[in-house]
């Protein structure tokens, strides 16, 4: 028999017998599917990266001669990337290892690595490994070891008592990402002149001498991203000398070692001279482009003391110091790249194939440079083109508008960022004709 009718529970007595903790847990349940601690106002959606936004537009684009000049990566004559025959022999060695297995690395990496990576950034007859004035961390790559040395410099650089870091203007895109997020003010300092597409070496040298003394100063140690201009080894000097005389802190940013000349060693040029006029410096070194191992990030990071009775005693206390920021931020670094490139770097006769493959990359790259100029030439292209074989590495920055950029993009399916810088990787002798007639009706037409 059913109960008499005001016997039945009302809804309110329903809900007033709930447990208070349980009816949270219904109204939380109940609410709008939309409900987060991350409204847009304070996590608006940020806009795409720029070069992957343009590697997306390109990847879709069904046009049968479209182009890519947004890549930061080497490509061979058939657009295609390559895998360096010498890397080929290394993992060769390294998985017929009967002992190979998969354990974790130190916190600062695979010693061999680290000190491989030392001799080739600062040569082997440099003071300041024979002096024990460096030490080393194995890193994520460029940016893993730009990101430590952004974050050591946070965290007890006090070489003045607000200390700014100056990037040249432009810079990798990235430096003002990495050194945003540790909270170090950026600023910046002149470098590329749009009228002689070279260096602005008096803007650059004024900026430096009345930048307040002890600044941060990031440095790209050759073939300059994005504009392919690199000071020449007596504006080098200057530079050192501005720095020295204003207590600057300088901070190389190494991505290209080898790949910009084809030869190690002048690559190096810059950084070594800096060393050998008694900096303390700070060095990311990438083994992204010179090995060609981009997705497995090998990369060093490098700390250089001073010549000094202190200087063991500061390398110590200083690599105790990043190896916590080391531990904190990745434990420890991935083993596969490093391990290819510490085979080369550790066996002479594979080092000397390493030296004939970057000379395949560099010189395919300096041949296209010279392909794309003298067409642009005889084709009577409104403008100068001499920059294109003065620059120099992985890109040019061909002063194309960011209109001509949108136009050619539109109208010819080359694709390239809108601050007109193209990948010399992209170009081939298949398509170099077809990007050079590109250009020269780009630049007529918007005139
Ligand atoms: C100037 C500069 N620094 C650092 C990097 C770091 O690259 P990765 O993290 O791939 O080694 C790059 C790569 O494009 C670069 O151009």
Request: hydrophobic share 35%; aromatic share 10%.
């Amino acid at each position: 028999m059913p109960p008499p009718k005001n016997d039945l529970p009302t809804h309110s007595d329903h809900f007033s017998r709930i447990p208070k903790v349980r009816l949270q847990q219904i109204k939380f349940h109940m609410a709008p599917t939309n409900s987060t601690a991350f409204q847009a106002e304070v996590v608006p959606k940020a806009p795409e990266d720029p070069l992957f936004g343009l590697m997306a537009a390109y990847r879709k684009d069904t046009f049968e001669r479209k182009v890519d000049l947004g890549i930061g990566a080497y490509r061979d004559d058939n657009a295609k990337p390559w895998v360096l025959p010498v890397v080929k022999k290394a993992d060769d060695v390294i998985r017929s290892d009967p002992d190979l297995n998969h354990e974790y690395l130190p916190i600062a990496g695979l010693q061999q690595f680290t000190s491989a990576s030392q001799r080739l950034i600062l040569g082997t007859d440099s003071s300041a490994i024979k002096e024990n004035r460096i030490t080393s961390l194995q890193t994520i790559s460029g940016t893993g070891a730009v990101h430590l040395g952004a974050l050591f410099l946070r965290k007890f650089y006090k070489g003045n008592s607000d200390p700014n870091v100056y990037f040249s203007n432009p810079t990798w895109a990235n430096h003002n990402q990495i050194f945003t997020n540790v909270h170090l003010p950026i600023k910046t300092y002149p470098y590329f002149s749009a009228e002689t597409k070279g260096l602005d070496f008096e803007g650059m040298i004024s900026s430096l001498e009345s930048a307040p003394e002890g600044s941060i100063i990031l440095l790209h140690a050759c073939a300059h991203n994005p504009t392919g201009v690199d000071p020449t080894q007596e504006q080098w000097k200057k530079i050192a000398e501005v720095l020295k005389a204003r207590q600057h802190f300088p901070f190389f940013d190494c991505a290209y070692q080898g790949f910009a000349s084809g030869s190690l060693n002048q690559d190096a040029w810059a950084v070594r001279y800096f060393v050998e006029q008694g900096f303390e410096l700070l060095i990311a070194q990438s083994y992204a482009k010179n090995f060609g191992l981009y997705g497995e990030r090998a990369g060093c990071f490098h700390f250089v003391t001073s010549p000094g009775s202190d200087a063991t005693d500061t390398v110590t206390r200083v690599a105790s110091q990043l190896a916590i920021l080391q531990r904190s931020e990745i434990s420890n670094p991935p083993i596969y790249g490093a391990k290819i490139a510490s085979t080369v770097l550790n066996d002479d006769a594979l080092f000397a194939e390493w030296e004939d493959n970057l000379r395949t990359m560099s010189g395919r790259i300096i041949d296209m440079r010279k392909s794309l100029r003298t067409k642009l030439e005889e084709l009577g292209t409104p403008g100068t083109w001499n920059h294109i074989t003065d620059q120099i590495g992985m890109f040019s920055f061909t002063g194309l508008t960011e209109k001509q950029v949108l136009k050619i993009r539109e109208d010819a399916h080359v694709y390239m960022t809108k601050n007109g810088r193209i990948s010399m990787a992209g170009i081939n002798t298949k398509n170099v004709d077809y990007v050079a007639n590109a250009i020269d009706k780009v630049v007529r037409e918007t005139q």
